[in-house]
């Protein structure tokens, strides 16, 4: 028979571990209130031998009052497309594409009205594996789709096609938070309800990925806002994030560079002598500690300049020069 000591201790547990979960369901409940006014369901159309017809459908967030919404650019696929995107309070708005980039897998739309609730967009580099996230889509039109979960892997890379060009997504978010059908160009939102990614794909059972929402992304946005297209720089490598080796640390006073994943056959990388494993700490004069920091360097005043690079191969340093060009899709 238990004691009184441990029936006691057996109880207070329980109402732990009740606490913890009615927090959870608040953080979670909070979130959702917060963001579904801004998630809308889009349903694509096309036009067919009997007019319009649909072509697919998936989720989008609001971006400014007046009608600027972001997607997946895989959902709305080419850019005559259009449709109508439904939100939760019940209006219905058509849209036009504005801009489409799939090389990151984002699209900017804008709809017919205004008075739109805009999403407050966060910044996914300071997230941290084994953080709490939501899942937000709208798969249905009047009503929103909520799923929670933890952010499971940072710094993966996820292929992205146009045409014959294949680029790697980098610093794309793993998260358990389940997505469901529909749910592409939803919002991955925080505690705090601030959407630090879009949902782009399912990566395997009870997995999903997002495109981050950071610098880079978000002067993507910016970009296709303004001018509809995004002009950029390649040289032709996948890249992650990698802790520099204690005596590298020493020599250039950082703990983190970029290591080398993968580098395109015939691509400028190639050419400058980059291989797979290179950890490349410096760019242009620019200090390289994240991805980002090459894709910041990577815009269309980098086309055809060379770029100096410090690399890391093993125990040797290495001085390179590296020549972008444009990326043609």
Avoid: C, K
């Avoid at 994240?290 to 269309?300: A, G, I, K, T």
């Amino acid at each position: 028979m238990s004691t009184a000591a441990e029936q006691q201790h057996d109880n207070e547990a329980e109402r732990r571990e009740a606490e913890a979960l009615d927090a959870y369901s608040r953080v979670v409940v909070d979130v959702a209130e917060r963001v579904a006014p801004s998630v809308a369901n889009l349903r694509v159309m096309r036009r067919g031998r009997g007019g319009q017809v649909p072509a697919g459908a998936g989720s989008a967030v609001a971006l400014t009052p007046d009608g600027f919404l972001l997607t997946s650019a895989h959902v709305v696929e080419a850019p005559s497309r259009g449709g109508r995107a439904t939100f939760v309070d019940g209006r219905e708005l058509s849209w036009r594409v504005v801009g489409v980039d799939r090389l990151t897998d984002l699209a900017v739309l804008r709809a017919d009205g205004d008075g739109l609730i805009p999403a407050t967009l966060g910044e996914a580099e300071r997230l941290r594996v084994g953080q709490l996230v939501v899942a937000i889509g709208n798969p249905n039109g009047f009503a929103g789709s909520v799923t929670a979960g933890v952010v499971s892997a940072l710094g993966r890379s996820l292929p992205a096609r146009a045409g014959r060009t294949v680029r790697h997504i980098d610093n794309v978010i793993q998260t358990d938070a389940a997505l469901n059908p529909g749910n592409s160009g939803g919002a991955l939102v925080d505690s705090s309800a601030r959407v630090i990614g879009i949902n782009t794909a399912v990566a395997g059972v009870g997995l999903g990925l997002a495109v981050p929402i950071n610098a880079a992304t978000r002067q993507i946005v910016g970009t296709l806002m303004r001018h509809g297209r995004v002009r950029r720089a390649w040289i032709g490598i996948a890249a992650g994030p990698r802790p520099l080796p204690p005596h590298a640390r020493v020599r250039v006073g950082r703990d983190a560079g970029v290591e080398v994943v993968d580098v395109s056959q015939g691509s400028p990388a190639q050419r400058a002598g980059l291989r797979a494993e290179d950890l490349i700490v410096e760019m242009g004069g620019v200090a390289i500690e994240r991805v980002d920091d090459v894709q910041r360097l990577m815009s269309q005043e980098a086309i055809g300049r060379p770029l100096a690079i410090r690399i890391l191969r093993g125990d040797r340093w290495l001085d390179l020069e590296v020549s972008p060009v444009e990326l043609v899709e």
